[in-house]
């Protein structure tokens, strides 16, 4: 009797341990890390109060002072919430920095009252911290990979990310269609940010370019609380060394009144907004002083007989606009074919598309860039060089 007395003791602390215990569940992972700025993204398994401590690299143990803490806010209040997104801004370029991330349950939120329960965290105890660096500010040459089309195959990023050799890379980009529907937030992480973040992602920041794919289901409005999140637009330009990028977000590929998508989208709005932004991108200083003037967007602004109705729309109100700006490749994704168009009357600029079985590495070299497309398996599918005009 006493033993099972002792087995159901055992049973109720391991369950109330279990109850008070908290966990991070996804994450850390960078994203929008640009020459003075990042953000840090985690998730946890509950309600909780989160936070960043940041370090210099400087040598000095994680414990030898405290750190500064920035807090996950909105409106001057800490969230209580399971995504935890904290947005640092006025860091120094190209430095390198440590970092954990922590989540400190919120129990009970009465009135004025706050019941915390216990605290996760990063560990810079036994493993060592986690590190990122800002991008510099001049830089000769750079080189960047993409890659598109994933459609939630989680087991093909390891290999096409080690094939592209992306801890030699600068950046990382997604171009859209990732997952195929966003039901939940769970869906990114089980689809592909895991292996992300196990590769890469806690240290390097991917830049991601949403997809059509990204656009459906019924959480696809949760998008920006994940990716992008505190910045103003998912549509985005950045630079680093002589490339300044254009980062478009096409939207859906079909007529917003189809069937498919029960009347819930207004893309066809959403691009004429994103057109009026585009023409203000001209009088940016750094777009004006660019070598290279590469755009990054899932559906190609490409004619070609019976398209459809996104990437007509795209053409229609982007490449206007892009003709004008002497931009030295598109790059694409989404139609699961190698493409590549020359410039024409129409569409003004080179237009590289990516399957879905390989991706696009480029690396610059001075006065002129290579694009690479290679394949899962490790091989280069086609190398062109552009020069610069
Ligand atoms: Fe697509």
């Known amino acids: 009797m006493k033993k099972i007395l002792a087995l159901v003791l055992l049973l109720a602390t391991v369950s109330a341990l ?121 830089k000769s040459d750079i080189s960047f990979v993409v890659v598109n089309d994933v459609h939630a195959r989680k087991d093909v990023i390891t290999p096409l990310m080690k094939y592209a050799d992306y801890e030699n890379r600068d950046l990382i980009f997604f171009n859209g269609d990732m997952v195929s529907i966003v039901n939940r937030g769970e869906d990114f992480f089980t689809g592909f940010m ?84 585009l023409k203000t991108v001209k009088e940016d200083p750094l777009f004006k002083a660019a070598k290279f003037r590469i755009v990054i967007a899932h559906m190609p602004t490409t004619i070609s007989k019976n398209e459809w109705h996104g990437p007509v729309d795209c053409l229609n109100k982007f490449t206007p606009i892009l003709n004008d700006m002497d931009i030295d490749l598109m790059i694409c994704g989404h139609v699961h074919r190698d493409l590549y168009y020359e410039p024409n009357e129409v569409v003004k600029y080179p237009v590289l598309v990516n399957s879905n079985m390989g991706s696009v590495e480029v690396n610059t070299h001075g006065d002129s860039f290579e694009a690479v497309i290679r394949h899962l398996n490790g091989k280069v599918f086609s190398k062109r060089e552009f020069r610069v005009k």
């Open 18 to 138: 279990k109850t008070f215990a908290i966990k991070i569940l996804h994450g850390p992972y960078l994203q929008n890390v640009y020459q003075t700025e990042a953000t840090f993204v985690w998730i946890s398994d509950k309600p909780s109060v989160g936070w960043v401590e940041m370090a210099p690299n400087d040598g000095t143990n994680f414990y030898s002072y405290d750190r500064p803490k920035y807090f996950d806010t909105q409106i001057g209040v800490k969230r209580t919430d399971s995504i935890h997104v904290v947005r640092i801004t006025g860091l120094k370029p190209g430095v390198t920095y440590r970092y954990r991330v922590f989540s400190q349950e919120v129990v009970k939120h009465d009135h004025a009252y706050v019941q915390y329960g216990k605290v996760a965290s990063t560990n810079v105890y036994r493993e060592r911290p986690l590190t990122f660096k800002t991008l510099e500010e001049t």
């Open 194 to 277: 895991d292996e992300c973040i196990s590769l890469f992602a806690k240290n390097k920041s991917p830049y991601y370019v949403r997809g059509n794919h990204e656009t459906r289901g019924e959480f696809a409005t949760h998008f920006q609380d994940y990716f992008n999140p505190r910045q103003p637009h998912l549509y985005f330009t950045m630079h680093l060394g002589p490339v300044y990028f254009i980062n478009l977000d096409t939207g859906e590929d079909k007529p917003d009144n189809d069937i498919e998508y029960a009347g819930i989208t207004d893309y066809d709005q959403y691009r004429t907004e994103q057109a009026e932004w």
